[in-house]
Structures are given as structure tokens and as C-alpha cells.
């Protein structure tokens, strides 16, 4: 049995589809909801459902019960993580679960000086209770999705025809979270994946100069790239009323790109794919593409 945590989550479901369309029987595998009617889509597809909650050790423990294989997303509320992460893992432990697969995060800096040591340092304790829980893991480091990238431009940027983002020239390897997920369904049904390491990330990184004249390219517009400190940033944003947390988010990723930390590129998920990762030109013509739109 697979059980898939976060599982109404885009990254949970989509690795569930994956594993349908491999074959896997919707009978072996298991998705993890608070809510089941929030899963009713995975409910007539005839995948199991079973209550957990990463707050609430007991009902992991009894959701784990007879899972043989255990896809570990790391929760999203960054402030509890640590907290439910110990959960996961001590849960996983008392059920006899044999293989955990955990999507962590990649860095090149993994100290409490990068400004996304906030996001980092419960994805490497995590990894470290992995290690010593003796149970069979398999730890994907996961870059920044490339799905978030529109969300960085802002939903405005092809009418003020500006990418405002502290993210000066640094680069990122982002990658689509499908085809994060695909290669993770195919770890899931493959042999041999214990205490392995992935670095998902694509065979190229990218600038946000370069993502401007990718979108000057697909759209007939003049699109430029600005890069202010990342106080400029914050009381911009602040003045057009964006939530603080979200600010916070967007600049701790943008000035970690400008120091080079995101620079990652890697051939573990092209080879998992069996194909190159979706490149940004691509993705940002499927985005922004006026013939498409």
C-alpha cells in the first residue's frame, strides 16, 4: 500500500494521478485527508481514504497502519512544521511503515545566514530524523516550482509592462510541480530507492532578465526588469496593500536568487522523466501566449 499525505494538495494529487496512469491499482493507494469532502474526486476514483492530520499524532499513527510505502509532503504552515513533522515521522515509526519519501527543499546555502533559513532549517531536521529513524527514506530536494513564477511577476505585469522583484541577476532552476510529481510516482513503484538523495531541478537556470525577454518575445510587448533592494520592494508592495506575509515570502525567495542560491541545475529529474523538464520559454508561452489566451 502507497498512502500519500497532503493528498487534496496539487502535488499530493497530481502523484496519485501519476500512479493511476502507472498502473498501480486505486485500491493500493491511500490518500491522507482532513476532509473528506475535500476528496471526493479521489473518492470516485476509487483511491482509499483515510483522516490524518499532522497536528493530531494519533490519527497518523492509525492512517499508517499497513502502509508499506509512505510519500511524505512537507506541510505547508511553515511556523508548525517542525512540530508536525516529528509527528509524521514518529508516527510512521510506531505504525511500521517500511519507506518514507520526503519532498524537502534545496539551497546552496543551508545555513541561518541565507534569508530562507526560515523555510530550510525544518527540511533539514526533518531529513535528519529521517536518518535516524531506521526506516528506509528517500529524500527528493525540490527547487522553487515553476508554476510560482506568474505569481512573482505579479498578475498586472503585462499591462504595467515591468518585473519588479529584488532577484538581481541571479538564477533559478525551477521546474513544473507535475513533472516533480510524475518522477516522484515513479520512485514510488520502482525498487531499490532507500537512503537515495534526488535534486529536482532543471538542466538550465534562468534570470528574471531573461524570463522579461522571453515575455517581450511572446507577447509583441516591451516588458523590462527592474531589480530593487529588497526595502524598495517591501514598501512598494506594502503601498498597493499586498499582505505583509506574503512580501516576506516573495523576498526571501528573490533575494536568495540574487545571492545565487537557487542556481542549482541537475540531470535526477530529466533522467526520471525520461525527457528535459519543461523549459521557462516554454512554460511562460503556455502562460502568456496571446494566441493561447
Do not use: C
Not at 509527528?87 to 524537502?104: F, M
Not at 498578475?155 to 532552476?173: C, D, F, H, Q, W
Amino acid at each position: 500500500m502507497i498512502l500519500v499525505t497532503g493528498a487534496t494538495g496539487q502535488f499530493g494529487k497530481s502523484t496519485i494521478d501519476f500512479l493511476l496512469k502507472k498502473g498501480i491499482s486505486s485500491t493500493n493507494i491511500i490518500a491522507l485527508v482532513r476532509d473528506e469532502k475535500k476528496a471526493a474526486d479521489l473518492k470516485d476514483k476509487g483511491v482509499v481514504l483515510r483522516i490524518g492530520d499532522y497536528d493530531n499524532y494519533t490519527s497518523l499513527v492509525n492512517a499508517f497502519k499497513g502502509v508499506e510505502k509512505l510519500l511524505f509532503v512537507s506541510g505547508s504552515d511553515i511556523f508548525k512544521r517542525l512540530e508536525q513533522h516529528q509527528n509524521v515521522v514518529n508516527a510512521a515509526k510506531e505504525a511500521r511503515v517500511q519507506q518514507i519519501v520526503y519532498t524537502s527543499f534545496q539551497g546552496k546555502n543551508e545555513t541561518e545566514s541565507s534569508p530562507l533559513w526560515l523555510v530550510t532549517q525544518s527540511h533539514l531536521q526533518t531529513e535528519t530524523w529521517l536518518k535516524e529513524s531506521r526506516i528506509d527514506y528517500t529524500i527528493l530536494k525540490n527547487t522553487l516550482y515553476l508554476d510560482f513564477v506568474p505569481a512573482f511577476l505579479g498578475e498586472k505585469v503585462l499591462e504595467t509592462g515591468v518585473i519588479y522583484l529584488p532577484a538581481g541577476n541571479g538564477k533559478v532552476g525551477a521546474v513544473l510541480r507535475s513533472e516533480m510529481a510524475e518522477a516522484t510516482a515513479n520512485i514510488l513503484t520502482s525498487a531499490n530507492q532507500a537512503g537515495k538523495t534526488y535534486r529536482f531541478t532543471s538542466h538550465e537556470a534562468f534570470s528574471y532578465q531573461e524570463v522579461a525577454q522571453h515575455l517581450s518575445e511572446i507577447t509583441g510587448k516591451t516588458i523590462n526588469y527592474i531589480s530593487p533592494t529588497a526595502d524598495e520592494y517591501a514598501k512598494t508592495l506594502t503601498e498597493f496593500g499586498v499582505p505583509a506575509e506574503f512580501i516576506g515570502l516573495f523576498s526571501s525567495f528573490a533575494v536568495a536568487q540574487a545571492n545565487g542560491e537557487l542556481e542549482m541545475v541537475g540531470s535526477d529529474l530529466e533522467q526520471l522523466l525520461g525527457r528535459k523538464p519543461t523549459s521557462v520559454k516554454t512554460f511562460l508561452n503556455q502562460v502568456y501566449s496571446p494566441s493561447i489566451n
